[in-house]
């Protein structure tokens, strides 16, 4: 099982970007899912987050611009970001509580990040 982040990229403050995330391997069901986001000399912290019934949390700080969402059919997660700040500026990884096939367990899996920079 891996999870496989992409979509990040240079944009302007004011600019909209879409990062996503896919989920593969012997996968029998998925819970929740999260974004996490580290910006350089800062800790990592929790962005948003998905449970499978589509319930939703933000962060404080990009709640009413940032918009999580997921396809359980594709195992795909995504993070649609409006009205982007420089302060948005970070790796972006994603993270998902993934029950692989023949286990009992659900496990946590991190993607390896995507960069994101928000810069005029």
């Known amino acids: 099982v891996q999870l496989q982040a992409s979509g990040g990229g240079l944009v302007q403050p004011g600019g909209s970007l879409r990062v996503s995330c896919a989920a593969s391997?012997?996968?029998?069901?998925?819970?929740?899912m999260c974004w996490y986001r580290q910006a350089p000399g800062k800790q990592r912290e929790l962005v948003a987050a998905i449970t499978r019934g589509d319930s939703t949390s933000y962060v404080d700080s990009v709640k009413g611009r940032f918009t999580i969402s997921r396809d359980n059919a594709k195992n795909m997660l995504y993070l649609q970001m409006d009205s982007l700040k420089p302060e948005d500026t970070a790796v972006y990884y994603c993270k998902a509580d993934i029950l692989r096939l023949r286990s009992l367990q659900f496990q946590t899996y991190w993607g390896q990040g995507t960069q994101v920079t928000v810069s005029s």
């Open positions: 391997g012997s996968i029998r069901s998925i819970a929740d």
